[in-house]
Structure formats: structure tokens, C-alpha cells
């Protein structure tokens, strides 16, 4: 699989599942079969250990007053970092491939208005089964500090 070019989107990839032996791997061929991540339009930027950045691009559809960005899908941008970071890495994946976000939590600082948001998210702790993560939503253009969370990832 072709890699991205840090801090360039990736681009929609095929996989079988022979070819997911890593998280990072899991997870680009995952973000563009997913109804839900494709409604929204979040794409990847880049995955290192542990570690996503994506992106949503902004969108009247996932607006909620004039300009600004629906807490619902910040909510949702901080859940889709959760998931992003707990299986992005060069670890093996679990022969059953599902996961499921256990717990999170949104503080919301500061409204995101006309811009793209940036999701950086960073895996704390891997266990063997659960993943403890931290991200933060900011502005693209001006890096404003949006909102922040924390989750519990179940892999497997």
C-alpha cells in the first residue's frame, strides 16, 4: 500500500485482509468503506505509533448556526481520533477486526466557524484489549484549540 506523504492526505486505498497485518494499515483501508466517516468527510493526514491526525474538511452539511461547526460532529471527530490512534502502529492486528470506543469524554473551548478541523490524537496506553487516548480538535487555519477528549478503545 502506497504510503501518505506527511501532512498530505491519504488517498483511498484497497486491501484484503491479507494485506492488514497492522493497525495502520486497518485503519486506511477502513476510514473509506465507512458510511459513516464518508458522510462526515473525515480523511486521514498521517498515522504513526500510536498516534492520528485527520482532518474535516468543512461542510454547510455539518454545520449547526451560520458558519459553525455542530458539536455533534466535533463529538464524533474526537470518537473517529480515539479509534484512529488506538489501532495506528506497526502491531500486529487481532484475528477478530472489530473495536468499539468504551468511554470519552468532549470538552468544548472555543467555537470552530468556516474552517477545517484538525484531529490530533495520541494513544497514553495500549493494554492488551484496551487503549487510553487523548485528542485535540483545532482550527486548520489558525490552530485555535476547539475542543479536547479522552476515550477508552476496545480492540478486538
Known amino acids: 500500500m502506497p ?3 506527511t501532512g498530505t492526505e ?4 484497497t486491501s484484503t485482509e491479507a494485506d492488514l497485518t ?3 494499515e486497518t485503519m486506511r483501508a ?3 468503506t465507512s458510511p459513516f466517516i464518508s458522510t462526515l468527510g473525515v480523511r486521514i493526514v498521517d498515522l504513526g505509533e500510536g498516534t492520528a491526525h485527520l482532518r474535516l474538511p468543512f461542510r454547510d ?3 449547526t448556526v451560520g458558519p459553525m461547526v455542530h458539536g ?8 473517529l481520533g480515539i479509534m484512529a ?9 487481532p484475528e477478530q477486526l472489530r473495536g468499539v470506543t468504551v468511554s470519552m469524554s468532549v470538552n468544548f473551548i472555543a467555537p470552530a466557524m468556516n474552517d477545517d478541523i484538525d484531529i490530533v490524537a495520541t494513544r ?3 493494554g492488551r484489549r484496551l487503549s487510553h487516548c487523548a485528542v485535540e480538535i483545532r482550527t486548520r487555519t489558525d490552530d485555535q484549540l476547539v475542543a479536547t477528549g479522552a476515550g477508552v478503545y476496545q480492540v478486538g
Do not use: H
Not at 491519504?10 to 486505498?13: A, F
Open 3 to 5: 504510503e501518505p506523504t
Open 10 to 13: 491519504t488517498e483511498p486505498t
Open 22 to 24: 497492522t493497525g495502520t
Open 30 to 32: 477502513f476510514f473509506p
Open 61 to 63: 452539511a455539518n454545520t
Open 72 to 79: 455533534g460532529a466535533i463529538g464524533a471527530c474526537v470518537d
Open 85 to 93: 490512534a488506538a489501532w495506528a502502529g506497526d502491531g500486529p492486528v
Open 124 to 126: 497514553l496506553r495500549r
